[in-house]
């Protein structure tokens, strides 16, 4: 199969390896799949919330260090990031794996709606997107050291990416500076390589202080730090005429006060400001810190702000995708058995995702040249902005289903999503051989990021220096 794959690529001609012909590819084998599963099903099982992902972290780490990588933890004062390197020397692959999951999002493993014994989920599927890297990882690794490859490979375990920024401080920490070209891949309910770039985004909690007194003995004593609040939202309201079409801003008020009758002496807002780059979102984001010091000015209040998370948009490398959607082509989709269809049928029918066939797990969507744009934002855009990187999608949910469903955290934990999770980790293990043993290959990508990236690039942090917020899914 794999051979077969080989010479499709070699037929479709577009950047077929010399070596890709040989007998010595990368072989997904029964053993790196069973590793992928059972790390996929433990943090699923374990559903750990960003920064706090312990036991997933640990776990991914003895499986690397058993299979021969050299690790180490707490990169970047994060304890559950880590670094695993097998070879040495140039080139430097990057794989990314994620880990975090979602608060609310309790869900068992069945076609409809119902709660398990836990507050989080994996939503996301970042359980199957950690598994299916460490198992391309172990795969991978197994033909350098057969076929003695010269380069080291390097997965980072990459924390908190829902809300945290956990790889934006691994970057701000210089961990990319020697890699070559980063790859990772998401859980999806369609396959597809696409160059795509995402929104910049960056969110705040600005925090309000008055003085508290009795609401109707004696208002004229106190000050409403919850006027603050409506104050600075009213002018971001107004400002929304006045900002390019593209820009997102929406906030929560995280905290309102107590009780009508007692005057808030504190009261919270906790923005997110989106726009199409860096460079767009950050006179933005200046004028909403003026809304929050004109808001205190004219209630009488204090507010002070905690930068919660940045990230900087998707900085897309065609070549890179290019490369990508040939070895999933050549892969081919998901395939359901009797029972899988039977239940992405019945959770279509309790789920809102009809619409789109069960069938089409099993299709590949078709190349498209022009640059997508995606309405979210990931850290993965600090990575792609100091060295080229890709992602592909897989189909590990059932058609139809968004993110951060219920239907997504069924999927994620049974054999529709393991088996999209395998998918994912073959084409990262092809394209990771590609990239380790073409050296024009990665020329040509590193041509496409100089070009796209500009020469006068410079990367910093959206959010500035602040350290990780490693407390911020610890519920007070
Ligand atoms: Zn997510
Ligand atoms: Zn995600």
């Known amino acids: 199969m794999r051979f077969e794959h080989c010479l499709r690529l070699f037929f479709i001609g577009f950047f077929a390896s010399p070596l890709c012909l040989a007998a010595t590819s990368v072989s997904y084998t029964e053993q790196h799949k069973q590793a992928a599963e059972e790390i996929a099903a433990k943090l699923w099982q374990w559903s750990e919330l960003g920064y706090l992902e312990q036991r997933s972290s640990g776990l991914m780490q003895d499986v690397l260090r058993d299979g021969g990588f050299r690790v180490k933890s707490g990169s970047a004062s994060i304890d559950t990031a880590f670094v695993a390197e097998y070879g040495a020397g140039e080139p430097v692959i990057a794989l990314l794996a994620e880990m975090d999951a979602l608060p609310g999002a309790s869900q068992q493993a069945l076609p409809e709606e119902a709660t398990r014994n836990t507050e989080a989920g994996h939503a ?28 080291t490979l390097r997965v980072f375990g990459t924390p908190a990416e829902e809300g945290g920024s956990g790889k934006v401080y691994l970057v701000r920490e210089g ?29 705040a909690k600005f925090k309000f202080e008055g003085i508290a007194s009795h609401a109707s003995a004696a208002p004229e004593r ?101 490369l990508m959607h040939e070895h999933l082509s050549a892969f081919g989709g998901v395939d359901y058995s009797a029972d899988e269809t039977k239940f992405a049928e019945t959770l279509q029918a309790n789920f809102n995702g009809k619409g789109k066939p069960v069938s089409s ?26 060295v080229p990187t890709h992602g592909i999608s897989t189909a590990t949910w059932v058609p139809g289903t968004p993110a951060h469903s219920w239907a997504a955290v069924a999927a994620s934990g049974m054999s529709i999503g393991h088996k999209g999770m395998h998918l994912a980790a073959e084409v990262l293990a092809a394209t990771t051989q590609d990239l380790l043993t073409d050296s024009q290959l990665r020329a040509a990508i590193k041509a496409e990021f100089d070009e796209r990236r500009g020469s006068d690039f410079e990367y910093r942090a959206l959010l500035d220096d602040r350290q990780p917020p490693l407390d911020y899914r610890v519920k007070p």
């Open 222 to 322: 106190g000050r409403s730090a919850l006027d603050g609040v409506e104050a600075m939202n009213f002018m971001v309201n107004l400002m929304r005429e006045h900002v390019p079409s593209t820009t997102r801003i929406h906030y929560v008020i995280s905290n309102g006060g107590d009780v009508p009758n007692i005057v808030p002496r504190y009261a919270e807002v906790y923005y997110y400001l989106r726009a199409p780059s860096a460079q767009e979102l950050e006179p933005i984001w200046d004028r909403l810190e003026d809304a929050a010091r004109a808001g205190a000015l004219g209630t009488g209040t204090q507010v002070n702000w905690e930068v919660i998370h940045g990230n900087h948009s998707l900085l897309p490398n065609s070549t890179l995708a290019r």
């Open 175 to 203: 961990l990319f500076d020697d890699v070559d070209v980063a790859l990772h891949w998401h859980p999806a309910d369609s396959n597809q390589s696409l160059a795509a770039t995402s929104l910049a985004n960056k969110s």
């Open 124 to 151: 996301c599927g970042h359980n199957l997107f950690g598994g299916g890297v460490i198992g391309a990882a172990l795969a991978v690794k197994d033909w350098m050291q057969a076929n003695q490859v010269a380069g």
């Open 361 to 386: 797990a099993a299709t590949i969507a078709p190349w498209r040249d022009d640059i997508a744009s995606l309405g979210g934002s990931t850290d993965v855009g600090d990575v792609s902005w100091v």
